[in-house]
């Protein structure tokens, strides 16, 4: 059982035709208090329906109180669920609204930023829960579509998923990592000028940054510590992890280090993704 749930406008229709077109049944708006009936008429099927994702938003209102109480239900009957929650700044979820010529569902007489603040609020716990949280801020539909068949596709279902995601400062932090990492301690290769024009993932840039003192063994101790978390996460049945590694602009230095970074962890078994969210946005 997967919830997919998050902000309106964030892309849960879109999350939820992926994993329809990976053979899931889907059911769309579905009241939380329904989602222990699907779960049975699902075990009676045969096998038929195995995997069920539900979209659960705030156009369920008081429906949405007692998602928390079926999620109880769920755990006490053995079924293994998944919290998925789309998520996205306030500006670009303006922008998605005021491009369809929408209202928020939550802003009743206001403004569009009303809902959302109100829908932020009420949704701010269940964030906190999600196993997997996607920040769709700057993806198009294609590309939340690729982030989702990573974490879903069918095949033997490794013990941990990550996402490894480079970023620059400067545009702001990702608001779904799990784990933010600085690399602003080294030097940067904007100031050397026959670097500046490549990115971290040139051989260049990167033997450039890992020649740095403290480079190589920042990422070794950083690498050791991930494998016991990894471990914590395992024990804890989290099968989702976002590490997001930063420098000032996103282009050389977080790029490399999340390159050689995301080779440790598959190396050691975790299915990795590697993300460049900054990179090219000079």
């Not at 450039?208 to 190589?216: D, L």
Request: include cysteine; hydrophobic fraction near 40%; charge should be negative.
């Amino acid at each position: 059982m997967v919830i997919i749930t998050g902000m309106s406008g964030a892309g849960r229709s879109t999350a939820a035709k992926c994993l329809e077109d990976l053979g899931w049944f889907v059911v769309d708006n579905l009241p939380p208090a329904l989602i222990p009936t699907m779960v049975d008429l699902g075990a009676r099927s045969q096998g038929n329906v195995a995997r069920i994702a539900v979209v659960v938003d705030v156009r369920g209102r008081s429906f949405f109180d007692s998602l928390r109480e079926s999620l109880t239900d769920l755990d006490a009957k053995g079924v293994t669920r998944r919290v998925v929650f789309l998520e996205a700044s306030d500006n670009a979820l303006v922008q998605r609204f005021e491009s369809v010529r929408r209202p928020h569902p939550l802003q009743g007489e206001g403004r569009i930023v009303d809902g959302i603040a109100a829908e932020r609020d009420l949704l701010r716990e269940l964030r906190g829960d999600a196993d997997l949280v996607i920040d769709t801020s700057h993806l198009n539909v294609h590309e939340l579509r690729a982030k989702m068949d990573a974490q879903f596709t069918s095949g033997d279902e490794p013990e941990l998923r990550a996402t490894v995601m480079s970023f620059g400062y400067k545009y702001g932090l990702p608001v779904d990592a799990d784990h933010v990492v600085d690399c602003r301690f080294l030097p940067n290769p904007h100031w050397v000028p026959e670097l500046r024009p490549f990115t971290g993932t040139s051989e260049e840039v990167a033997g450039y940054v890992f020649n740095q003192p403290g480079a190589k063994e920042f990422l070794d101790r950083y690498a050791e510590l991930l494998q016991l978390i990894a471990a914590g996460y395992r024990r804890e049945g989290k099968r989702y992890v976002t590490i997001a590694v930063g420098c000032t602009g996103g282009k050389h230095r977080s790029v490399a280090m999340s390159e050689r970074l995301a080779r440790r962890l598959a190396a050691e078994g975790v299915e990795t993704v590697v993300v460049h969210r900054d990179m090219g946005r000079e």
